[in-house]
Each structure stands twice: as C-alpha cells, then as structure tokens.
C-alpha cells in the first residue's frame, strides 16, 4: 500500500522558513515525477513545485526563487523548503506522486501539513 506522510509545517512569521518533508513507503518512485501542491481556504489547489526522474524541478511563479524541491532516494523523502514566507503562502501543502510524468495525473496524495505564515 502506497503512503505519503507530510511533516513539517507549522506557524512562522513572514519572513521566516520551513521545511517540508514526504515519507513514501510502498512504492518505488524513482521513475516518477513528484510534485508539492497547495490549497488555501476558498481557492482551488495549486501546483507548487515538481520533481521529475531526470531531476528536473518547475516551480509555480509566486515561489520562484523562495522555494527549493528536492528529492533523497536513500530515505525515500521528497522535501520542500521554503523561504522568505509570505502571509500568501498559507496553505495545505500536500505531496504527490504522479502516475508517470509531471505533465500527467497525480495519483497518490498524502494528507496534508498545515502551513501559517503571519
């Protein structure tokens, strides 16, 4: 059975940073894109950040350059890190692991971790 545990959020002022980490158990990813997606009360989910096999990430626009995704094989965790955290940046962050490529559907979610940014 595939499972996608998040950690690592919380409650930061704006400015400050946070890590988020994806635990994937029963399921060899490595051929797989990985992705972060977000979703803030009243809007619909976004896409965050992606990962693909080659190591090639896509990051949505508002992150450019404040978030980093990245990928341990050895401990099966896929990480975002996020810096310079804006009050717009509060959201569920979830992970995700897609059927195949980035540009296809992502099939299996994790629950979520909580991110609030004051």
């Known amino acids: 059975q595939v499972q996608l545990v998040e950690s690592g959020g919380g409650s930061v002022q704006a400015g400050g940073s946070l890590r988020l980490s994806c635990v994937v158990s029963?399921?060899?990813?490595?051929?797989?894109?990985m992705g972060w997606f977000r979703q803030a009360p009243g809007k619909e989910r976004e896409r965050v950040a992606t990962?693909?096999?080659?190591?090639?990430?896509t990051y949505v626009d508002s992150v450019k350059g404040r978030f980093t995704i990245s990928k341990d094989i050895f401990e099966n965790t896929l990480y975002l890190q996020m810096n310079s955290l804006k009050p717009e940046d509060t959201a569920i962050y979830y992970c995700?692991?897609?059927?195949?490529?980035?540009?296809?559907?992502?099939?299996?979610w994790g629950q979520g971790t909580q991110v609030t940014v004051s």
């Open positions: 990962r693909d096999s080659l190591g090639a990430t």
């Open positions: 029963g399921y060899t990813y490595s051929t797989h894109c």
């Open positions: 995700a692991v897609a059927e195949t490529s980035c540009s296809g559907r992502f099939i299996y």
